[in-house]
C-alpha cells in the first residue's frame, strides 16, 4: 500500500516506507479513521503543515481518502518517523453541520439570523411564514 498527502494547493507528498497502518471502519464512531506511521526525513518537515488529505493506494486503486487532522515528526532508535491521523471524509460533513437547537416557537427571523445568515446567504424581503411550533 501507498500513502500520499495531498496539500491545499495541491501538491503531492508520497510517503515514504510505511511502518505500521491502522483503519477504523464504522466501529461506534461518527466516522472511519485512518492512523499510520511512516519513515521520514527532516527536511520534508515544511509541507507536512500544508496537507489536508491523504489517500491510501493499492494496486493502483485508491482505498481510502480522508482529512488530515494531526502530522506528528519524532524519532527513535530507528531514525526519524512521521504518524499520520484523520478521518474520512465523511468528517467534513460533521465538521460543517449545524448546531443542535430547540425552540419552543421559531419564527422566520429566528431560523434567518441562526442557520441562514452566519453563512452569508441573503434573503429577499417579503418572504412570510407562520411560526413553527416545536422546532
Known amino acids: ?3 500520499k498527502l495531498t496539500c491545499w494547493d495541491g501538491k503531492e507528498i508520497e510517503l515514504p516506507d510505511v511502518k505500521a497502518w491502522q483503519f477504523q471502519y464504522g466501529r461506534g464512531t461518527p466516522c472511519d479513521s485512518f492512523l499510520l506511521t511512516c519513515l521520514w526525513e527532516p527536511e520534508k518537515e515544511d509541507l507536512l503543515a500544508e496537507a489536508v488529505t491523504f489517500t491510501a493506494v493499492e494496486n493502483g486503486e485508491i482505498v481510502f481518502t480522508g482529512v488530515v ?12 518517523f512521521l ?6 471524509m465523511a468528517a467534513r460533513l460533521l465538521d460543517n453541520e449545524a448546531l443542535g437547537m430547540e425552540y419552543q416557537t421559531a419564527t422566520w427571523q429566528d431560523i434567518l439570523r441562526d442557520h441562514i445568515a452566519p453563512y452569508g446567504i441573503q434573503v429577499l424581503p417579503g418572504v412570510s ?4 411550533p416545536g422546532f
Open 1 to 3: 500500500m501507498v500513502g
Open 69 to 80: 487532522d494531526e502530522c506528528e515528526r519524532g524519532w527513535d532508535t530507528n531514525g526519524g
Open 83 to 88: 504518524t499520520v491521523s484523520g478521518r474520512s
Open 129 to 132: 411564514l407562520p411560526a413553527v
